[in-house]
């Protein structure tokens, strides 16, 4: 508000100091001017152009700034093709020359600012074509004489207009007469430093909400007198008076502001200039009976006259009754009490003094300020010991305050402070920004109004104990950047008041799950540096509807999209600052990633459907086993690895016992119960009975009487060069030449199948088998078989073709055991016999075949003969 005023009062005057440049997003640099690709504003500021750069111009272009350049001439052709301008400046340049025609083709020109050049005379007939000129600023040129030609009162829609220079000696009472029937927002008239002259009546004509007085009256200071008295009777927003005294301090003793009584103003300024107790004096009293109810001294060099003596008697300041007293930039604090007293402020509503650099607050002063209602003594020097003073009396000070204002200060003690405002009844805002303050050390046993309900403290260093320090009946607290890293929850279970918290650019680390803030409305945690934030930490929060929480080095996860997503879709809490300001910081691969664009999979957040999906998948996972252990049957492979597990491992005792031996038979036949008469009287007598007989193996007559079944499968099977399969439907029915075909397959366990000889007795379909005979269903389609044919004058050929398969007969080592041995102890051998229809018979080979000597079975009494039943030798 401060600047905003200032710079208002500055351009009424035309002391535009910092110009800003026209911008825009998209500009083209074809020439010395950035011209926006709407083709609506040029941008040619300080460019050192020396002439208009017209031919750079589009006809389009509605607002151009020539300011700050080297200027010396307007001439007609430079903006005749810009019949769309609207705003025109060309501020301190050198310009001495406006062509009359200059602006003939601008008829829609509303803004023209020429301040601060050198035209010797105002271009009154250039300005005639512009009929809507709403603003007009032509002070600081080098004019004599401020008089406006008739033309200008056909200016009717003129609203500001600012005129004047240095050389403008004084003012003519027909100066302004154009102006008479025009209604302006804003007047400025700068003079030169040596006023000669002043015509009562000159400012007669003028109608204005602001005027303004660039002038100064050392030489001539009854000439305010007059100024004064043509103001009477109007009515004023603003009135300003810039350098009243520019070079001297006013010692004369005429009242020369007896006339502001008469005037009407919402408030006056004095902007720079010299003042002394007497010009101060003059003014305050004159103003005590004004209407004027708002008072500005700013950038005023103030000092007590050489002769000044305190008489010891009361001020003369007693009944100064204005809304607003701002004391700005005022170079010398003895302003405060000009006369030695502060009575002059007891009337005040809103003291304002800033930038005048006081340290200390005399004791007296507090009781004087019996009406001030906002106290802003914000940028000074005020320390704790200085501003709260123990031998002053605060009981009964400062009964109206409900603002107090102390930010931009030197304090470092939250206690002082709230010992100096726990007297003051009616406070209810206090500000101590931008301070020293919140040392656990310095903060401790504060005693607070109970009616403050706005504290704000931002820009200080707290600590977090601190925290407990501060009142707990407010409404809103400002704790913004001050460096908290984290949160003490027992203040906050105080404040149950608390509405809006603001702990913007602060260090804190987490947010505390379960926050209890049953009151809390708004929220900002913006610019911290914690990565985690969950529904669970507002939910007790049942008020909240505002909450700023970006700029902060979040970990994408799905507890933060799950709470985003919750925010944003059921729209109870508003994240002002979504999106932009949410980004992921981690992990790497989402670094700077809008949190807005980070969707992670609905099963990777919802545990629940994590859980439905893992328990779903195990079953199908187990149903799936189970078919595929049923329809391959698994469990019949599991049984057999099983045993041959066990056999494996009574042969590797064995083998250490050194029971070990090299290829026993030629052969291991495998065939099944119903094929047994085929392999009798047809297989072995064929390659038993030659001159080179081969040594075979079969289950009837080889199998070690006494040992476990299995064990003699395997045995057999592994002390055999070759394994001769007799297929037959029979055999696949058979779950013995299950087994001996299985472990057939782990002999040849990753080698060729050269080992093993498949006879085929009778046709088998390969596709019929049953699944688990995958092995046998590849070799029948893969190997080479022999085929037992039916006609007799074939076989023949079938026998050449399996001695050419086993190859020729070698000697072999002899069984540990004869085969009478092996089997004239089975009467006394009990072992698990197979199903009946599979069991075997054991019997010797044709005696017409073999010279071997038949076997000859015991038959005792039933019991005896459960306990001597015949070996189960691969029942088939």
Request: glycine fraction near 4%.
């Given at each position: ?8 009062s500055a351009?009424?005057?035309g ?10 997003p ?7 001017c950035?011209?926006d ?28 700034d020539?300011?700050y ?31 009359n ?23 009154a ?10 603003e007009l ?43 008479r ?51 009477a ?17 006013y ?21 720079r ?56 930039y ?10 030695w ?8 509503k ?26 802003d ?21 400062m ?15 939250l206690?002082?402070v ?20 919140g040392?656990?050390?310095?903060s ?7 009616n ?59 947010i ?19 990565g ?33 997503e ?10 002002t ?5 949410f ?33 779903a ?16 049957d698994?469990?019949w ?11 494996k ?32 009287d ?25 040992r ?19 297929l ?20 040849a ?35 080479t078989?022999?085929e ?17 398969v ?6 072999t080592?002899e ?36 010279e071997?000597p ?23």
């Open positions: 508000m401060i600047w905003k005023l200032v710079h208002f351009l009424l005057l002391a535009l100091t910092s110009p800003t440049p026209s911008s825009a998209n500009t083209t640099d074809e020439g010395p950035l011209i690709n709407s083709g609506h504003t040029a941008d040619c500021l300080g460019k050192q152009l020396e002439s208009v750069p017209w031919r750079q111009f589009p006809s389009t272009l509605e607002e151009i020539l300011s350049n080297k200027l010396q001439a307007i001439h007609a052709d430079d903006f005749l093709h810009l019949p769309q301008l609207h705003i025109l400046k060309l501020q301190f340049n050198n310009i001495s020359y406006i062509d025609d200059a602006f003939k083709n601008n008829r829609l020109l509303e803004h023209l600012n020429i301040f601060n050049n050198s035209l010797q005379e105002i271009p007939t250039a300005l005639i074509p512009l009929v809507n000129l709403k600023y032509m002070s600081n040129n080098l004019y004599k004489h401020a008089t406006l030609a008739d033309s200008f009162s056909k200016f009717a829609k003129l609203q500001v207009l600012s005129m004047g220079g240095p050389l403008v000696m004084g003012l003519k009472k027909a100066d302004f007469q154009p102006l029937n025009t209604r302006l927002q804003g007047f400025a008239i700068k003079c030169s430093s040596n006023l000669s002259y002043y015509e009562p009546g000159s400012l007669e004509a003028i109608q204005t909400n602001q005027m303004g007085f660039d002038m100064a009256i050392d030489q001539l200071p009854n000439a305010l007198l007059h100024m004064l008295r043509d103001l009777n109007k009515t004023f927003g603003v009135i300003q008076f810039r350098n009243l005294f520019e070079f001297t301090y010692t004369g003793e005429e009242d020369i502001f007896q006339g502001l009584q008469d005037v009407t103003a919402g408030q006056v300024i004095f902007h200039g010299k003042f002394n107790e007497n010009l101060l004096r003059m003014t305050l009293m004159n103003l005590q009976i004004a209407p004027i109810k708002r008072l500005r001294l700013q950038y005023i060099d103030f000092a007590r006259s050489p002769t000044f003596v305190d008489s010891g008697a009361g001020s003369s300041i007693t009944d100064l009754a204005l809304d607003n007293l701002d004391l700005w005022i170079s010398n604090p003895d302003v405060l009490r000009f006369d007293r502060f009575t002059w402020l007891n009337k005040i809103k003291l304002s003094i800033q930038y005048v650099y006081f340290n200390s607050v005399p004791c007296d002063s507090w009781i004087e300020m019996v009406g001030v209602q906002l106290l003594v914000s940028n000074n020097r005020l320390e704790n010991e200085y501003i709260f003073n123990q031998r002053c009396q605060y009981k009964g000070a009964p109206n305050l409900h603002t107090f204002n102390m930010n931009n200060n030197d304090l470092t003690s206690k002082d709230s010992s100096l405002t726990r007297e003051f009844q009616q406070l209810q805002v206090l500000d101590v920004s931008n301070n020293k303050l040392s656990a050390k310095n401790r046993d504060c005693v607070w109004q109970k403050i309900n706005r504290f704000i403290a931002h820009h200080n260093q707290f600590e977090s104990e601190a925290l407990r320090c501060l009142p707990t009946t407010v409404h809103y607290l400002d704790l913004s950047y001050c460096e908290l890293d984290q949160l003490d929850m027992t203040y906050f279970e105080k404040a149950t008041s608390l509405k809006e918290l603001l702990l913007s650019g602060n260090k804190i680390k987490f505390p799950s379960k926050w209890q803030s049953p009151s809390m409305q708004s929220l900002a945690l913006d610019g911290n540096s914690f985690l934030i969950s529904k669970e930490s507002f939910q007790d929060m049942p008020q909240l509807s505002r909450l700023r929480a970006g700029n902060n080095p979040y970990h994408c996860t799905c507890e933060l999209h799950a709470f985003v919750d925010t944003v879709s059921k729209g109870k809490v508003n994240l600052d979504w999106p932009w300001n980004r992921c910081y981690h992990p790497e691969a989402f670094l700077n990633t809008f949190i807005s664009k980070y969707l992670p999979s609905r099963v990777a957040c919802d545990i629940r459907l994590v859980i439905i999906i893992s328990v998948t195990t079953a199908a996972v187990i149903l799936i086993l189970m078919m595929i252990c049923y329809i391959f698994l469990p492979y599991t049984k057999a690895t099983y045993q041959i597990i066990r056999a491992y009574r042969a590797h005792k064995e083998k250490l016992a050194g029971e070990v031996g090299t290829f026993t038979y030629h052969a291991f036949i495998s065939y099944s119960h119903s094929d047994a008469d085929w392999v009798r047809q297989l072995l007598p064929c390659l038993e009975n030659n001159r080179n007989p081969y040594r075979l193996c079969i289950h009837e007559r080889d199998f070690m009487p006494g476990w079944i299995i064990d003699n499968i395997i045995d057999n099977i592994e002390n055999s060069r070759k394994v001769i399969f007799v037959s439907r029979h055999f696949v029915n058979s779950e013995w030449c299950n087994y001996e075909l299985y472990f057939a397959q782990q002999r366990m990753g080698k060729t199948f050269s080992d093993v000889i498949l006879v085929v007795k009778e046709p088998i379909d390969p596709s019929s088998l049953p699944s688990k005979y995958c092995k046998l269903k590849k070799m029948l389609s893969t190997k078989y022999l037992w044919p039916q006609q007799v004058n074939q076989q023949a050929f079938f026998w050449s073709q399996l001695k050419s086993l190859g020729k007969p070698t000697m080592r069984g540990a055991h004869s085969i009478k041995s092996r089997t004239s102890s089975v009467g006394a051998i009990s072992v698990i016999a197979p199903p009946v229809e599979d069991r075997p018979e054991i019997a010797a080979p044709n005696a017409d075949k073999e071997e038949n076997i000859e079975i015991i038959k005792e009494d039933n019991d005896e003969q459960l306990n001597r039943r015949q070996i189960p030798l691969a029942a088939f």
